[in-house]
Every structure is written in structure tokens, then in C-alpha cells.
């Protein structure tokens, strides 16, 4: 396919073309669209709803503003209500906290790794689940 047949699939999704898509190089536009179809729009293991709610969150921890205008407003497509979008940035920037402390006070991976396996464990164990 040539620019102007991939630019009409994408106007034809978006009613048109975003600017970024102008920026790809004419060798692998289509390659590059086949797999932003794929990876963002059609459905996958995890829903759309939920992908996108990660995506809003990946946006937040690295602080890309591009990233949480389209992850929010896609996610927001997909059902995603604002308390689910507050919920998925307030984790990213637990997790974020988290892995900095673990991180910077090198935590011994090993006993850290252990220690998880065994709460984990004890959580099932109490809620009747097999471990």
C-alpha cells in the first residue's frame, strides 16, 4: 500500500489523518499502521478498556502529556469511567513510589522475591484458594 492508501484507512478510522502518522516515513507507514491498529484498537487478552487504563498509567509514571491525552480520551472510549482514570494514576504513582524506595535502599532481591511468594501464598490460603 502507498501513503495515499494508508492515509484513507486512517481517515477512514479518525476522520483524519493525525500529524504524527505524517512524520513516519513512506517505507514503513503501512507497517507502522498495521501495528498501531493492532497493538491499540483491536481487541486482545486483555479489553481495550483495560489496556488503555495501563496506557493512562504508563503515561503518568513517564510524564509523557502526549501519552495521557490519547490514553485518557481512548480509555474514556472504552467505558473507562474518570474514578477508573484517577484509580489506575494514583497505582503508577504508588508503584513508582514503591519501586524507588526498593530500589534506592537495594533491597535483597532474593528475600524480597521470597517474602512475596509467602504472603501470597497466605492471602490464597485464607481466601480458600490452591496455592
Same mark, same amino acid.
Given at each position: 500500500?502507498?501513503? /495515499?492508501?494508508?492515509?484513507k $484507512?486512517?481517515?477512514?478510522?479518525f476522520?483524519?489523518?493525525?500529524? *504524527? *502518522? /505524517?512524520?513516519?516515513?513512506? $517505507?514503513?507507514?503501512?507497517?507502522?499502521?498495521d501495528? *498501531?491498529?493492532?497493538?491499540?484498537?483491536?481487541?486482545?487478552?486483555?479489553?481495550?478498556?483495560?489496556r488503555?487504563?495501563?496506557?493512562?498509567?504508563?503515561?503518568?509514571?513517564? !510524564?509523557? !502529556?502526549?501519552? =495521557?491525552?490519547?490514553?485518557?480520551?481512548?480509555?474514556?472510549?472504552?467505558?473507562?469511567? +474518570?474514578? $477508573?482514570?484517577?484509580?489506575?494514576v494514583? *497505582? =503508577?504513582?504508588?508503584?513508582?513510589?514503591w519501586?524507588?524506595?526498593?530500589?534506592?535502599?537495594?533491597? +535483597?532481591? +532474593?528475600?524480597?522475591?521470597s517474602?512475596?511468594?509467602? =504472603?501470597?501464598?497466605?492471602?490464597? /490460603?485464607?481466601?480458600?484458594? =490452591?496455592?
Amino acid at each position: 500500500m502507498n501513503r /495515499k492508501e494508508v492515509y484513507k $484507512e486512517i481517515e477512514e478510522m479518525f476522520g483524519l489523518v493525525p500529524g *504524527f *502518522f /505524517k512524520l513516519v516515513p513512506e $517505507e514503513s507507514l503501512r507497517l507502522e499502521w498495521d501495528l *498501531f491498529k493492532q497493538v491499540q484498537m483491536e481487541e486482545g487478552p486483555i479489553p481495550n478498556k483495560y489496556r488503555e487504563l495501563i496506557g493512562v498509567a504508563i503515561a503518568a509514571v513517564t !510524564r509523557c !502529556r502526549y501519552c =495521557a491525552v490519547y490514553h485518557t480520551e481512548v480509555a474514556k472510549l472504552n467505558g473507562a469511567t +474518570d474514578a $477508573e482514570i484517577e484509580d489506575a494514576v494514583h *497505582f =503508577a504513582k504508588s508503584q513508582a513510589g514503591w519501586s524507588t524506595y526498593i530500589n534506592g535502599m537495594q533491597v +535483597d532481591y +532474593d528475600q524480597f522475591k521470597s517474602e512475596v511468594t509467602q =504472603a501470597c501464598k497466605h492471602i490464597r /490460603k485464607k481466601m480458600g484458594k =490452591a496455592a
